[in-house]
């Protein structure tokens, strides 16, 4: 990340520049002109009441709440208002070219690339910009996640995410997918997420976050039950839970995983017909397996799943599969049985095979020889 861009025309904002290295290095003094320079700015903006018009009829309040920028990562840091406003030195300030607030707002977010390339970077492989790109301009840019004036610090030691940035994220998202993230909360990852419980999935475990990739992809459906398994397969945070961590292994086995797996190594660009994960269970409505109204251990609920691919199943259709069972006494008894006879059998008949292969030879070795040691008796040379 670079540092604040240094205006070599004033001092304190070199020295600003400085400090800030020293910050960066570590060291926590404040240069308290900093603050002074952003409050030539909030002497008026922290006051409420004003605001700018665009020429569409939108319009911005340009209200900056001072105890938020004072606490936020930005303003806490000793950042210049015009770090980012580069031209807004002065009042009255130079006409503003966007013709409406949505503009504004897609033609300031490249102010943040100066210091966070990485990101800026990333952002621009992703779903988000790919779709401004195609005309799309509700799509989110940087200033729509992250209030350049209020964004609090949401990384801790080594980049890791805080809880409270974690906990933040759906609300985040839901500015705009509003809906998805109400289903979300009322699924058993978003349940558990509003404890503060930092086992389950939020929006970007599974979609990532600068560089979100399309969902609706055959190369995202292809790799998604790899996704599930990473925290499904984990069995120090299954324990926890007692869920059962066999669930991607029954799942490959089955027909339906093990058609996905080998077609995924042959075609992975195209779609499959047979279910992942999320044809199952959902996607952002997963369920507890015993919930009443979605549950897949509810059997209603299990043919309604089936359907969708099996049209004509009936009540009983299910019951030929194992789903994530491993076969036991109880629950797939004739499976089950079938199993242990098989593996009693095999290896009593392929071991009886081969014993009797093994005596027959020996059996046949001492005959020959006795018939040999016969003919050198009758035959004397
Ligand atoms: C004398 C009061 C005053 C001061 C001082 C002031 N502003 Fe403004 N600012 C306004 C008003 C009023 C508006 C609303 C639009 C307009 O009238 O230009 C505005 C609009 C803005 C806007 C949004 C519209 C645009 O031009 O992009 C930004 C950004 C802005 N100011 C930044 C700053 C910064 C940064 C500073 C400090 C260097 C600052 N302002 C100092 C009064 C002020
Ligand atoms: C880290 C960069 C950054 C800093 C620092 C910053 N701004 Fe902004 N500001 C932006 C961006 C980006 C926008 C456009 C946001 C949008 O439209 O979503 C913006 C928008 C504005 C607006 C238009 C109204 C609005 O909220 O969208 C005003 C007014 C404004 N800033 C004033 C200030 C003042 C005053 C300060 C200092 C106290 C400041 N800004 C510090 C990046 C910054
Ligand atoms: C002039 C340099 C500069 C600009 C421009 C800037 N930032 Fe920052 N930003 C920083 C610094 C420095 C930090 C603190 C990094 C740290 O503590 O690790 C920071 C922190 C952040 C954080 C919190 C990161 C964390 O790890 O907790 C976010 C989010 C962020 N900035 C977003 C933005 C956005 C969005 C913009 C554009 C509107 C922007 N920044 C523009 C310098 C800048
Ligand atoms: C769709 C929402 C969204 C957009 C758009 C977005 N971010 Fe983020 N950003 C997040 C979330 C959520 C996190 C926390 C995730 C994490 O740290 O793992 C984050 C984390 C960050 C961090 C902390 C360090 C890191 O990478 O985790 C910085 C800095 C940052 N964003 C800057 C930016 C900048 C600059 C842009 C624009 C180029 C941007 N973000 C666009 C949602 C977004
Ligand atoms: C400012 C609004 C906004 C915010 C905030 C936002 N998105 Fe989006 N997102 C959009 C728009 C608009 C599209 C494009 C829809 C289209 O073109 O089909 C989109 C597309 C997507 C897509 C691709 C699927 C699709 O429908 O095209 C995913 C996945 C996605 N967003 C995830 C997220 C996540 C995760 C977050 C939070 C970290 C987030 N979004 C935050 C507006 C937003
Ligand atoms: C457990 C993983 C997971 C979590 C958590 C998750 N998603 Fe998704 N999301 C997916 C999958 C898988 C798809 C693809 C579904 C499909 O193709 O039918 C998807 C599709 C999407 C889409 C595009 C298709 C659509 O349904 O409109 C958007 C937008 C989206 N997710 C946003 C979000 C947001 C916002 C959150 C957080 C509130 C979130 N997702 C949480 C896995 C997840
Ligand atoms: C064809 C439908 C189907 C597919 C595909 C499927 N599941 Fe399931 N899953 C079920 C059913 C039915 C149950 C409930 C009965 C059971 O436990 O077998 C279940 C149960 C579960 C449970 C609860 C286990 C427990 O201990 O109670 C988890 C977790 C789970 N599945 C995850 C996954 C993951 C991850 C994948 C992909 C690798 C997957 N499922 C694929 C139908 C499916
Ligand atoms: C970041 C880790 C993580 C990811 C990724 C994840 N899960 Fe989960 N999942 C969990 C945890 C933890 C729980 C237990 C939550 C609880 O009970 O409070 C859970 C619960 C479940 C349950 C409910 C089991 C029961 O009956 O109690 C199902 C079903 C499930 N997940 C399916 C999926 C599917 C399908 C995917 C992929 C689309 C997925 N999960 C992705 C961590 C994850
Ligand atoms: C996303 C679609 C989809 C879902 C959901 C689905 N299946 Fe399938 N299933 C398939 C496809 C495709 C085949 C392969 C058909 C073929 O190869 O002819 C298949 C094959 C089967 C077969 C093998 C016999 C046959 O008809 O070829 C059984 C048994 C089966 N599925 C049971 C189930 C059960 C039980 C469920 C519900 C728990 C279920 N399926 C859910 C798509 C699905």
Same mark, same amino acid.
């Given at each position: 990340?670079?540092?604040?861009?240094?205006? !070599?025309?004033?001092?304190?904002?070199? =020295?600003?520049?400085?400090?800030? !290295?020293? #910050?960066? +290095?570590?060291?926590?003094? +404040?240069?308290?002109?900093?603050?002074?320079?952003?409050?030539?700015?909030?002497?008026?903006?922290?006051?409420?009441?004003? =605001?700018?018009?665009?020429?569409?009829?939108?319009?911005?309040?340009?209200?900056?709440?001072?105890?938020?920028?004072?606490?936020?990562?930005?303003? =806490?840091?000793?950042?210049?208002?015009?770090?980012?406003?580069?031209?807004?030195?002065?009042?009255?300030?130079?006409?503003?070219?966007?013709?409406?607030?949505?503009?504004?707002?897609? =033609? $300031?977010?490249?102010?943040?690339?100066?210091? $966070?390339?990485?990101?800026?970077?990333?952002? +621009?492989?992703?779903?988000?910009?790919?779709?401004?790109?195609?005309?799309?301009?509700? !799509?989110?840019?940087?200033?729509?996640?992250?209030?350049?004036?209020?964004?609090?610090?949401?990384?801790?030691?080594?980049?890791?995410?805080?809880?409270?940035?974690?906990?933040?994220?759906?609300?985040?998202?839901?500015?705009?997918?509003?809906?998805?993230?109400?289903?979300?909360?009322?699924?058993?990852?978003?349940?558990? &997420?509003?404890?503060?419980?930092?086992?389950?999935?939020?929006?970007?475990?599974?979609?990532? #976050? /600068?560089?979100?990739?399309?969902?609706?992809?055959?190369?995202?459906?292809?790799?998604?039950?790899? +996704?599930?398994?990473?925290?499904?397969? %984990?069995?120090?945070?299954?324990?926890?839970?007692? &869920?059962?961590?066999?669930? &991607?292994? *029954?799942?490959?086995?089955?027909? $339906?995983?093990?058609?996905?797996?080998?077609?995924?190594?042959?075609?992975?660009?195209?779609?499959?017909?047979?279910? #992942?994960?999320?044809?199952?269970?959902?996607? /952002?409505?997963?369920?507890?397996?015993? %919930?009443?109204?979605?549950?897949?251990?509810?059997?209603?609920?299990?043919?309604? *799943?089936?359907?969708?691919?099996?049209?004509?199943?009936?009540?009983?259709?299910?019951?030929?599969?194992?789903?994530?069972?491993?076969? *036991?006494?109880?629950?797939?008894?004739?499976?089950?049985?079938?199993?242990?006879?098989?593996?009693?059998?095999?290896?009593?008949?392929?071991?009886?095979? !081969?014993?009797?292969?093994?005596?027959?030879?020996?059996?046949? @070795?001492?005959?020959?020889?006795? /018939? &040999?040691? @016969?003919?050198?008796?009758?035959?004397?040379?």
């Amino acid at each position: 990340m670079r540092r604040f861009v240094v205006d !070599a025309g004033r001092s304190t904002t070199r =020295s600003f520049g400085l400090h800030l !290295a020293a #910050v960066l +290095l570590g060291s926590a003094l +404040l240069l308290p002109g900093v603050t002074a320079r952003a409050q030539e700015c909030l002497d008026c903006h922290g006051q409420p009441g004003s =605001s700018v018009s665009f020429k569409d009829g939108s319009s911005k309040d340009v209200t900056i709440d001072p105890d938020a920028w004072a606490a936020s990562v930005h303003g =806490s840091m000793g950042a210049a208002c015009t770090d980012c406003h580069t031209e807004h030195k002065e009042y009255p300030h130079p006409e503003v070219s966007a013709s409406s607030a949505r503009d504004y707002t897609l =033609s $300031h977010y490249t102010s943040c690339q100066q210091c $966070h390339e990485d990101q800026f970077k990333k952002q +621009l492989d992703g779903v988000h910009i790919k779709a401004i790109a195609a005309g799309n301009k509700n !799509a989110a840019v940087c200033s729509d996640c992250h209030n350049p004036h209020t964004q609090r610090k949401i990384t801790g030691e080594g980049g890791k995410l805080l809880p409270e940035g974690r906990l933040g994220i759906p609300k985040t998202c839901a500015r705009c997918h509003g809906e998805i993230q109400s289903r979300y909360r009322q699924s058993v990852h978003g349940r558990a &997420l509003v404890d503060g419980n930092p086992d389950v999935p939020t929006c970007i475990d599974c979609h990532g #976050v /600068h560089n979100i990739a399309d969902p609706r992809t055959a190369e995202f459906r292809l790799a998604s039950p790899r +996704l599930c398994a990473d925290c499904h397969t %984990d069995r120090k945070k299954m324990a926890k839970y007692k &869920l059962s961590t066999q669930v &991607l292994r *029954t799942y490959v086995a089955d027909f $339906h995983g093990s058609t996905v797996t080998l077609f995924e190594r042959r075609h992975p660009d195209q779609v499959t017909n047979k279910p #992942v994960c999320y044809d199952c269970h959902g996607v /952002h409505d997963i369920a507890r397996v015993d %919930d009443p109204k979605k549950g897949l251990e509810v059997k209603a609920n299990l043919l309604r *799943t089936c359907r969708k691919c099996h049209p004509d199943a009936t009540m009983n259709f299910p019951d030929a599969w194992l789903s994530h069972y491993v076969p *036991t006494r109880d629950r797939n008894p004739v499976v089950y049985w079938a199993q242990v006879a098989y593996a009693i059998l095999i290896p009593t008949v392929v071991g009886g095979m !081969a014993l009797f292969v093994a005596t027959d030879l020996v059996r046949r @070795r001492i005959d020959h020889r006795r /018939h &040999l040691e @016969r003919r050198h008796r009758v035959e004397p040379s």
